[in-house]
């Protein structure tokens, strides 16, 4: 079946300083959304990627779709502490269809 | 416009006993999809129900089921609770098919289960 993985799994960084994080899927995928949680939360939808090589901005989180339609990534700029929390990748082989969640990548950032 | 509600929040169970979760979808959603998630995990797609039937199912047995009902709330059932059903369940409820973002998922506060 469909697989999702996500690397790093957690990531530690310094205030003030980027970070990128990974997503491949093991199919091509129809779109792909991007969901953040913070702790003792629940996802909360940040983002939908739908055209190959595809990038959309939101302040200073950075979102890019591949050209093969089979990963993506997140990059944040000038981590602040309000960015903790864990970032899901979900894929979608079809619009409409089911979401298939990755593992996460949880976000601690230091002071 | 109202989100996603469940209930209960948080609740204990015991190996063998049934339990049954609810959800009331986001007002103007009509699919609603339940998710497990295990702690320090990823969510993981249990099923989905549009229209009232179940559209679609994840790698969990049959003792997990479901139901909608005509204003698109949804139960979530789980017979012969094991211990490693402990865990969030999460609902989520989307616009539905043939719509623009029909798969964006606005998720509820989750229930929290345990099984001892």
């Known amino acids: 079946g469909q697989q999702v993985m996500q690397i790093p799994q957690y990531q530690h960084v310094q205030e003030g300083e980027d970070f990128t994080t990974y997503c491949n899927s093991s199919t091509t995928l129809s779109n792909i959304q991007w969901y953040k949680q913070r702790p003792g939360g629940h996802p909360v939808f940040l983002i939908q990627?739908?055209?190959?090589?595809e990038v959309k901005k939101q302040k200073r989180l950075t979102f890019q779709f591949g050209e093969a339609k089979k990963n993506s990534s997140l990059h944040i700029t000038a981590t602040q502490t309000t960015d903790v929390g864990t970032y899901f990748c979900a894929g979608s082989k079809a619009a409409g269809n089911k979401l298939t969640f990755g593992g996460g990548t949880r976000v601690l950032v230091k002071p | 416009e109202t989100g996603v509600t469940q209930s209960p929040t948080h609740l204990i169970k015991t190996r063998g006993q049934q339990v049954t979760l609810r959800c009331s979808s986001q007002?103007?959603?009509?699919?609603v999809s339940w998710y497990q998630q295990a702690l320090g995990q990823g969510p993981q797609f249990i099923f989905q129900y549009y229209r009232e039937e179940e559209n679609g199912r994840g790698n969990f047995p049959p003792r997990f089921s479901g139901l909608q009902f005509p204003n698109y709330s949804s139960e979530l059932n789980v017979n012969a609770l094991e211990l490693d059903d402990s865990a969030l369940y999460l609902c989520?409820?989307?616009?539905?098919?043939?719509?623009?973002?029909?798969?964006?998922?606005?998720f509820g506060a989750g229930s929290r289960l345990t099984v001892l």
């Open positions: 990627l739908v055209k190959s090589g």
């Open positions: 007002s103007g959603h009509n699919t």
């Open positions: 989520a409820s989307s616009p539905g098919q043939g719509i623009s973002g029909a798969n964006v998922l606005t």
